[in-house]
C-alpha cells in the first residue's frame, strides 16, 4: 500500500487511529511531494529563500525526500519565517504574519492535516457570515432591554499564547513524539525581517506565540482555547468566539458572571481581555449598538463599523488614483494598450471588487462577507460614493459609465444567486483557452507573444492570486 492510500485508510477510520501511522504516512517523501503538486507548484509566494513554487519545483523531489528524512527521524528545521506587516488602521499597531519558504508550506499543510484528523471538531472554519446569521436569528426573539449582550476581544491573542502549555495540551492526544517536536520547531521558528543578515535570526526569537499566517496557527490556537470554550458554553449564557473576538449574551446577572469567568479562565493561558470602559469590551442590554466580526449591531438593524466601511472605500479611491497616475507610465510600457483598453481594464477590475468573485467554492470580497447586513441604505450610500468617484475622472466624462456595477444589486446577487453571471465565477475557468482569452481581456497578455500552455497557467494563477488577496483585504476582519 503507499503512502497516499494510507493517508486515505487511516483518515477515514480517525476515530481509532494510530496517530504515528498516520504522522509517518503524511511525511512519506511520496506525500510531500503529492501536496507540492497540488497546492503549491504554481505559488508566486515566496519565503527567505526568494524562491516561488515553480523555482522550488526544480528540484522539489530531492529536496523533499530529504526533508522527509529529518522530519520522520526528528532532526527537521524550519527556516526563518518572512516577516509581513498588515495595517490595521490608524493608531494600531500592524499584524505579523510569518511567511514560509515553499518547501516549509508544504510541510505546514501536511502539519494541518495531521492535526485536523486527529482535532477534527477544532478544525477553524469560515463561519464569521455563519456566526452572524445565526446571532441575527436568535436576537430576533429576545427582548431588548432583558437581553444582556457583552462583547469582548482576547488581547494580542496569538503572540501570548503559552507554547509549553500549548505542547503539553496536545500531547494529550498526540503521542507521536516526532509529531509534537516537529509542532515545537514550528512555533518556536522566529519570523525575521526581509534581508536580514543569518547571524542576527536568533534575535527575532521569541519565548510565548504563535507565528500567525501559517496553515497550523488557527487550529493550534483553536485546540488551545477547546477546554475555555468547553466551559463557557455550560454557563448559562450564549457563547460565540471566532479567534480573539468574543459575543455572550443573555440575562444580565449570567452574562456578568460569564464575563468574570472568561477572565479568570485565560489567566492561567497568559492571555487577558481588555478591560470594561476601555472601548473594546461592552458590556450592556441589547438595545444598545454593539459590534461583533466587523458588523454592528444597533437592534434590529445590522451594519457595518465605520472604520471597515471607510477601509473599503479607500481600497476603491486607491483603485482610482493606480488608474490616474499610472496611465502614462503603462501606456509606455505596454504598446499593445489604449486609452480605451485601459479604460475597460479599468471598469472590470473595479467592477470585481465591487461585486467580489468565488474561486475554488469561496466567496471573497467585502459584500461576500458582510452579506448579513440589513441596513441596505448603507449600500445606496457607497454606491453614490463610488458613482461620485467618476467626477474626477475627465477619460470617463465625469460620470460612472453604465457597466458600473452596483453593491446593492451584488449583495442580492452573491445572496441568493452567486452563480448567476453578476459575479465572476473562476471556477469557470478550467483550460488554457479560457485563461488565455480571460488574460487577453485584462490586458495581461502581448497578442504578439507566444506562451506555452504551461506559461499562461502561471500568468493567470499570479494575477488570480494578486485579485483574490486585494478582495481578501477587502473583508476587513481584523484579529490579533
Same mark, same amino acid.
Request: hydrophobic share 40%.
Given at each position: 500500500?503507499?503512502?497516499?492510500?494510507?493517508?486515505?485508510?487511516?483518515?477515514?477510520?480517525?476515530?481509532?487511529?494510530?496517530? !504515528?501511522?498516520?504522522?509517518?504516512?503524511?511525511?512519506? @517523501? +511520496?506525500?510531500?511531494?503529492?501536496?507540492?503538486? !497540488?497546492?503549491?507548484?504554481?505559488?508566486?509566494?515566496?519565503?527567505?529563500?526568494?524562491?516561488?513554487?515553480?523555482?522550488?519545483?526544480?528540484?522539489?523531489?530531492?529536496?523533499?525526500?530529504?526533508?522527509?528524512? =529529518?522530519?520522520?527521524?526528528?532532526?527537521?528545521?524550519?527556516?526563518?519565517?518572512? +516577516?509581513?506587516?498588515?495595517?490595521?488602521?490608524?493608531?494600531?499597531?500592524?499584524?505579523?504574519?510569518?511567511?514560509?519558504?515553499?518547501?516549509?508550506?508544504?510541510?505546514?499543510?501536511?502539519?494541518?492535516?495531521?492535526?485536523?484528523?486527529?482535532?477534527?471538531?477544532?478544525?477553524?472554519?469560515?463561519?464569521?457570515? #455563519?456566526?452572524?446569521?445565526?446571532?441575527?436569528?436568535?436576537?430576533?426573539?429576545?427582548?431588548?432591554?432583558?437581553?444582556?449582550?457583552?462583547?469582548?476581544?482576547?488581547? #494580542?491573542?496569538?503572540?501570548?499564547?503559552?507554547?509549553?502549555?500549548?505542547?503539553?495540551?496536545?500531547?494529550?492526544?498526540?503521542?507521536?513524539?516526532?509529531?509534537?517536536?516537529?509542532?515545537?520547531?514550528?512555533?518556536?521558528?522566529?519570523?525575521?525581517?526581509?534581508?536580514?543578515?543569518?547571524?542576527?535570526? =536568533?534575535?527575532?526569537?521569541?519565548?510565548?506565540?504563535?507565528?500567525?499566517?501559517?496553515?497550523?496557527?488557527?487550529?493550534?490556537?483553536?485546540?488551545?482555547?477547546?477546554?475555555?470554550? +468547553?466551559?463557557?458554553?455550560?454557563?448559562?449564557? /450564549?457563547?460565540?468566539?471566532?479567534?480573539?473576538?468574543?459575543?455572550?449574551?443573555?440575562?444580565?446577572?449570567?452574562?456578568?458572571?460569564?464575563?468574570?469567568?472568561?477572565?479568570?479562565?485565560?489567566?492561567?493561558?497568559?492571555?487577558?481581555?481588555?478591560?470594561?470602559?476601555?472601548?473594546?469590551?461592552?458590556?450592556?442590554?441589547?438595545? =444598545? @449598538?454593539?459590534?461583533?466580526?466587523?458588523?454592528?449591531?444597533?437592534?434590529?438593524?445590522?451594519?457595518?463599523?465605520?472604520? #471597515?466601511?471607510?477601509?473599503?472605500?479607500?481600497?476603491?479611491?486607491?483603485?482610482?488614483?493606480?488608474?490616474?497616475?499610472?496611465? #502614462?507610465?503603462?501606456?509606455?510600457?505596454?504598446?499593445?494598450?489604449?486609452?480605451?483598453?485601459?479604460?475597460?481594464?479599468?471598469?472590470?477590475?473595479?467592477?470585481?471588487?465591487?461585486?467580489?468573485?468565488?474561486?475554488?467554492?469561496?466567496?471573497?470580497?467585502?459584500?461576500?462577507?458582510?452579506?448579513?447586513?440589513?441596513?441596505?441604505?448603507?449600500?445606496?450610500?457607497?454606491?453614490?460614493?463610488?458613482?461620485?468617484?467618476?467626477?474626477?475622472?475627465?477619460?470617463?466624462?465625469?460620470?460612472?459609465?453604465?457597466?458600473?456595477?452596483?453593491?446593492?444589486?451584488?449583495?442580492?446577487?452573491?445572496?441568493?444567486? @452567486?452563480?448567476?453571471?453578476?459575479?465572476?465565477?473562476?471556477?469557470?475557468?478550467?483550460?488554457?483557452? !479560457?485563461?488565455?482569452?480571460?488574460? /487577453? !481581456?485584462?490586458?495581461?497578455?502581448?497578442?504578439? +507573444?507566444?506562451?506555452?500552455?504551461?506559461?499562461?497557467?502561471?500568468?493567470?494563477?499570479?494575477?488570480?492570486?494578486?485579485?483574490?488577496?486585494?478582495?481578501?483585504?477587502?473583508?476587513?476582519?481584523?484579529?490579533?
Amino acid at each position: 500500500m503507499g503512502s497516499m492510500e494510507l493517508v486515505s485508510e487511516v483518515v477515514s477510520t480517525a476515530a481509532t487511529i494510530d496517530d !504515528e501511522v498516520l504522522f509517518n504516512a503524511l511525511f512519506a @517523501p +511520496e506525500a510531500l511531494e503529492v501536496a507540492f503538486n !497540488e497546492e503549491f507548484a504554481s505559488t508566486t509566494g515566496k519565503g527567505v529563500d526568494r524562491l516561488n513554487g515553480f523555482q522550488f519545483g526544480l528540484n522539489a523531489r530531492l529536496d523533499l525526500t530529504v526533508a522527509s528524512v =529529518k522530519i520522520l527521524n526528528g532532526r527537521f528545521r524550519f527556516s526563518p519565517f518572512l +516577516e509581513v506587516l498588515r495595517t490595521k488602521g490608524r493608531d494600531k499597531l500592524p499584524r505579523l504574519i510569518g511567511i514560509p519558504t515553499v518547501r516549509d508550506r508544504v510541510v505546514l499543510h501536511q502539519l494541518n492535516k495531521y492535526l485536523a484528523v486527529l482535532f477534527p471538531a477544532r478544525v477553524p472554519k469560515n463561519v464569521a457570515g #455563519t456566526y452572524v446569521r445565526a446571532i441575527a436569528e436568535d436576537l430576533k426573539s429576545r427582548s431588548p432591554t432583558d437581553t444582556w449582550v457583552c462583547s469582548t476581544d482576547i488581547r #494580542t491573542f496569538y503572540d501570548s499564547i503559552k507554547r509549553d502549555r500549548l505542547l503539553k495540551v496536545l500531547a494529550k492526544r498526540v503521542k507521536c513524539k516526532s509529531a509534537i517536536k516537529l509542532i515545537g520547531h514550528a512555533i518556536s521558528t522566529p519570523t525575521v525581517p526581509k534581508n536580514i543578515h543569518r547571524s542576527r535570526h =536568533k534575535d527575532f526569537r521569541s519565548e510565548v506565540g504563535v507565528p500567525q499566517g501559517l496553515a497550523i496557527s488557527n487550529i493550534l490556537a483553536s485546540i488551545y482555547m477547546q477546554d475555555v470554550d +468547553e466551559a463557557m458554553a455550560k454557563l448559562g449564557v /450564549t457563547y460565540y468566539r471566532y479567534v480573539d473576538d468574543v459575543l455572550m449574551y443573555g440575562a444580565e446577572a449570567p452574562v456578568q458572571s460569564a464575563f468574570r469567568s472568561l477572565r479568570s479562565r485565560l489567566v492561567p493561558r497568559g492571555l487577558s481581555l481588555h478591560p470594561v470602559g476601555s472601548g473594546k469590551t461592552l458590556i450592556q442590554p441589547l438595545s =444598545k @449598538p454593539f459590534g461583533y466580526l466587523g458588523y454592528t449591531f444597533h437592534w434590529p438593524v445590522i451594519s457595518v463599523r465605520d472604520a #471597515t466601511t471607510e477601509r473599503f472605500l479607500q481600497s476603491i479611491v486607491a483603485k482610482f488614483s493606480d488608474y490616474t497616475h499610472n496611465k #502614462t507610465r503603462r501606456l509606455a510600457k505596454f504598446k499593445y494598450l489604449d486609452q480605451d483598453r485601459l479604460k475597460e481594464i479599468f471598469l472590470l477590475e473595479l467592477n470585481e471588487r465591487i461585486t467580489g468573485a468565488i474561486s475554488q467554492r469561496k466567496r471573497y470580497g467585502w459584500i461576500a462577507y458582510f452579506n448579513q447586513i440589513s441596513d441596505l441604505s448603507l449600500l445606496h450610500r457607497l454606491d453614490a460614493a463610488i458613482e461620485g468617484m467618476f467626477e474626477r475622472m475627465p477619460d470617463f466624462g465625469r460620470k460612472a459609465p453604465s457597466k458600473l456595477k452596483k453593491l446593492r444589486r451584488a449583495y442580492f446577487e452573491m445572496k441568493f444567486n @452567486p452563480h448567476g453571471g453578476y459575479v465572476r465565477n473562476y471556477d469557470n475557468i478550467s483550460n488554457s483557452i !479560457e485563461m488565455l482569452a480571460f488574460l /487577453t !481581456e485584462r490586458g495581461r497578455i502581448d497578442p504578439a +507573444e507566444t506562451l506555452t500552455d504551461l506559461e499562461i497557467k502561471n500568468r493567470y494563477e499570479k494575477y488570480l492570486h494578486h485579485i483574490l488577496a486585494a478582495m481578501h483585504a477587502d473583508e476587513g476582519v481584523v484579529y490579533g
